[in-house]
Nanobody, 115 residues
Framework: QVQVVESGGGLVQPGGSLRLSCAVS????????MGWYRQAPGAQRELVAS???????TYADSVKGRFTISRDNAENTGYLQMNSLKPEDTAVYYC?????????WGQGTQVTVSS
């Protein structure tokens, strides 16, 4: 059984940093496209960053230069380093694994940026 578990969210002041983790069990993370999505209240879920099996990385324009996605295949874990956080980054952040018709979601972790 595949499990995807996010952690690392919390309350942070504007300008602060958080590091989200996506721990995967039951499958091998390296064969998937791993994506970090977020969903703010009343908004659609949006893709923040992704890393392909081959290592190609993409970012949403809103987070370029501030967020860094990475993956540790040995630990079977993905990460999202978030720096220079803004109030508009407040959302539930979800980790997704995608490969062809197969996809897995985590339960999400809340990130709140507020003074």
């Amino acid at each position: 059984q595949v499990q995807v578990v996010e952690s690392g969210g919390g309350l942070v002041q504007p300008g602060g940093s958080l590091r989200l983790s996506c721990a995967v069990s039951g499958t091998t993370v390296s064969i998937y496209i791993m994506g970090w999505y977020r969903q703010a209240p009343g908004a659609q879920r949006e893709l923040v960053a992704s890393i392909a099996a081959g290592g190609r990385i993409t970012y949403a324009d809103s987070v370029k230069g501030r967020f860094t996605i990475s993956r540790d295949n040995a630990e079977n874990t993905g990460y999202l380093q978030m720096n220079s956080l803004k109030p508009e980054d407040t959302a539930v952040y979800y980790c997704n694994l995608f490969r062809g018709p197969i996809g897995y979601w985590g339960q999400g972790t809340q990130v709140t940026v507020s003074s």
